[in-house]
């Protein structure tokens, strides 16, 4: 069964959904362990309790952005996993960690990129007026939120929208897109190309498929 690894810093509701998609049989992978750049992460103790083995790895550690990657690295690789999913983490990785994972390192990014890379996204689609909002699942390469986009889910921005609202709305999304482009990887149908994504052979269009 194709492994994964999963890094967090936060809630962890999208290892959450990962790891249900698994215990259901929707998607056919093992959630071999979670990492988290931050002690106090409420995902840490959600993976415990489900019996999958948690770990931190705390960037406050170590001295300089090198130094944790490496310790990241390590840390992974003893789970030796067919894929690494970042889910909510929070570090910018260094360009020797993503070359190390090139083509097995998904991210979830709460906008439609190329919009809004960064933080503050959903207050930064409220304030540009925009009428609709979402999530991409992309490969990770070194520019930061810039590799290419596999799917994107969208939602409406409606007039009572919030920055707390439209993030639960993404966030529903979240939980449903993230186990079906894991699932596309694990079945070896997803492939990142020296300059796309495929899906079954099929180049992607930029936004990824919606
Ligand atoms: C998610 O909304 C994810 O898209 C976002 O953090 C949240 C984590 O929630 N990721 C980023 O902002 C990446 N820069 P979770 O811990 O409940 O999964």
């Known amino acids: 069964t194709p492994r994964l690894v999963i ?16 215990r259901r049989g929707d998607l056919d ?28 790895v705390d960037h406050k550690e170590f001295s300089d952005r090198l130094a944790f990657d490496k310790a990241m690295m390590d840390a992974i690789d003893e789970f030796d996993p067919d894929l690494v999913v970042l889910a909510g983490f929070m570090r910018i990785l260094t360009p020797e960690f993503v070359r190390h994972y ?36 992309h490969f990770v390469t070194e520019e930061l939120d810039g590799g290419p986009v596999v799917a994107q889910a969208v939602v409406s921005v409606t007039a009572d929208d919030s920055a707390n609202s439209l993030k639960d709305k993404v966030h529903a999304q979240e939980h449903v897109l993230y186990p079906i482009v894991v699932k596309w990887f694990v079945e070896g149908r997803l492939r990142l190309t020296s300059k796309s994504v495929t899906l079954d052979g099929k180049e992607l269009p930029a936004s990824g498929l919606r």
């Not at 390192?105 to 007026?129: E, F, K, M, V, W």
């Open 29 to 56: 992978a093992t959630v071999a362990g979670v990492i988290s750049n931050r002690p106090d992460a409420a995902g840490v103790q959600h993976a415990r309790d489900r019996d999958i083995p948690a770990l931190v």
């Open 102 to 137: 090139q083509g097995r390192l998904l991210n979830i990014h709460p906008s439609l990129l190329p919009l809004y890379p960064g933080l503050n996204t959903h207050q930064r689609a409220i304030d540009a007026g925009d009428s609709t909002h979402g999530v991409s699942v």
């Open 7 to 22: 890094l967090i810093s936060g809630t962890g509701s999208n290892m959450l959904a990962l790891v249900e998609a698994c």
